[in-house]
């Protein structure tokens, strides 16, 4: 009698070994660039997750400040369980975004930065040819990491797209100029390693994104704050052409016209912000290295990246001058070869990328960006092409049991959507209602029916119609008694009350 109990508790146990060891090795192993790959499965039955998947060669030593290079090769089957490393950044300390977001579990931070993420339900179907989405994450070109708990990207998969998330070098790793290196790279000189990363992921994609069920033809670039000013830049580089398809511009601004007043804060008027050509990036970052013995490529990849990460602000707390290095945020540097001009440039010769637009901001965004977003999307009808514009509206619900968040994120603050675009609340402290959930549903719905259809509303017009001159209509995302209220049409939002 005791031998057929553990009898039986043995073939207990080992039925669920068997179990668990199915479910994490049934997905199918995919050949891609570089090597083998096999996904885990996700909350969400059927969605299967590829996490740190290296899409070039680690950005270190010899290949600091150089053009992402070709993907090492592994061996055997890379099981992708764990996300790759954060580009190199300032340490994040408890309040403000850094508790809203629930950091914490990451992998440290580090040069050997390059790894994308994909989330599918479609593995080793290339005949599926679902939709992809790219996600550019923000941060001010300075932080930020493609795997932050507010980008999880299930939800997004389980509406049969396909999300890419991935890591970009960041601050002066990303965004760095000297004679030297423009020397080195010859006609391809650019400063915009960061903005490098991003195509390379794009042209990742291109390549390798069928394997896991995805349309390489059929490709959405969006982002957010910073990463919508990637998006801009994207949209504006000669190097991205026929890479995507659609792009959305999330809490980045419009057109800025040349007639337009003057922006100004805290009632100080401020010069408007160029960005600096790769030549004159160069001469001020050269003597910034100068001044800290660091005068040749040679001595600047050998130094620590500690020391490359200080470096401008030391050499502004001891001499009180700016550099490159100091700017906040980064703008990628005219470079003539990633940026011939700036975005507003390329929207008014027409040069821009020829593709749909969704393009919007929250209600209490860093500025007044209503009237720069309606004349972008003025500026797509002139030349043939949809915008759609909206405005995120919901203040967030708020316990007060973080005031170390509460103090500084208070009502639809930057970012606050990202929580709803990715529906991804269940990551999030915050007391969240029913009709933050619905509110949610109808966001992300929106945004991969812009990935699939080139059109928020689906596979044919419905109540968001795209932003023209004769109907000026921003989406309102918000609260409301009934579904019918959560959208307004027809006025423009800088003439609202």
Not at 332 to 348: N, R, S, T
Not at 374 to 388: P, V
Request: charged letters at 20%; proline letters at 7%; glycine letters at 10%.
């Amino acid at each position: 009698m005791r031998f057929m109990k553990h009898f039986l508790a043995l073939i207990a146990i080992c039925s669920l070994i068997g179990c668990t060891f199915e479910k994490e090795t049934a997905n199918p192993v995919l050949t891609i660039e570089g090597g083998q790959v096999q996904g885990v499965n996700t909350d969400i039955d059927g969605v299967v997750v590829y996490k740190g998947i290296p899409f070039a060669a680690p950005p270190i030593g010899e290949n600091r400040w150089k053009a992402p290079q070709p993907v090492i090769p592994w061996d055997g089957i890379k099981v992708c369980n764990k996300f790759g490393h954060p580009a190199f950044q300032g340490a994040h300390y408890e309040g403000g975004y850094t508790t809203e977001w629930g950091y914490g579990d990451e992998a440290p931070y580090s040069e050997d930065c390059l790894y994308l993420n994909v989330w599918t339900k479609a593995s080793a179907q290339p005949d599926k040819k679902l939709p992809v989405a790219l996600w550019i994450f923000g941060g001010g070109l300075r932080e930020g990491w493609g795997s932050e708990p507010e980008f999880d990207g299930q939800e997004f998969a389980s509406k049969d797209v396909v999300l890419v998330t991935f890591n970009y070098r960041v601050g002066p790793f990303g965004f760095f100029a000297h004679p030297d290196i423009i020397a080195e790279a010859g006609a391809q000189a650019s400063g915009n390693f960061g903005t490098l990363d991003q195509i390379e992921a794009l042209k990742w994609v291109k390549k390798n994104i069928a394997q896991f069920g995805g349309d390489p033809d059929n490709v959405m670039i969006f982002g957010q704050s910073a990463g919508s000013r990637s998006v801009k830049t994207l949209c504006a580089s000669p190097l991205t052409k026929g890479l995507f398809n659609k792009a959305v511009i999330m809490s980045g601004s419009g057109l800025a016209l040349p007639t337009d007043p003057a922006p100004s804060f805290g009632g100080f008027t401020l010069p408007k912000a160029e960005p600096l050509p790769l030549s004159k990036a160069a001469e001020q970052i050269k003597e910034v290295a100068d001044w800290a013995n660091l005068s040749t490529l040679e001595q600047l990849r050998k130094a620590s990246t500690e020391t490359i990460y200080s470096l401008g602000t030391i050499y502004t707390s001891v001499t009180g001058k700016r550099s490159p290095l100091t700017a906040s945020p980064i703008s990628p540097y005219i470079d003539g070869y990633v940026l011939p001009e700036p975005f507003d440039d390329a929207c008014l010769d027409g040069s821009l990328a020829n593709v749909p637009y969704m393009i919007g901001f929250t209600l209490h965004d860093a500025g007044n960006m209503g009237p720069q977003i309606e004349n972008f999307c003025l500026n797509r009808e002139e030349n043939g092409n949809r915008a759609y514009a909206y405005q995120f509206a919901r203040p967030l619900p708020d316990d007060g049991s973080h005031p170390e968040v509460s103090q500084r994120l208070k009502g639809a603050f930057h970012s606050s959507d990202l929580w709803y675009v990715f529906k991804s609340l269940k990551h999030c402290w915050r007391p969240w209602t029913k009709g933050d959930w619905d509110l949610s549903e109808k966001m992300i719905t929106a945004w991969t029916n812009f990935c699939k259809y080139a059109n928020p509303n689906g596979a044919t017009d419905g109540e968001w119609q795209p932003f023209t001159k004769e109907n000026k209509n921003f989406m309102l995302f918000k609260l409301n008694e009934s579904d019918a209220e959560n959208s307004c049409m027809g006025t423009p939002l800088s003439d609202r009350k």
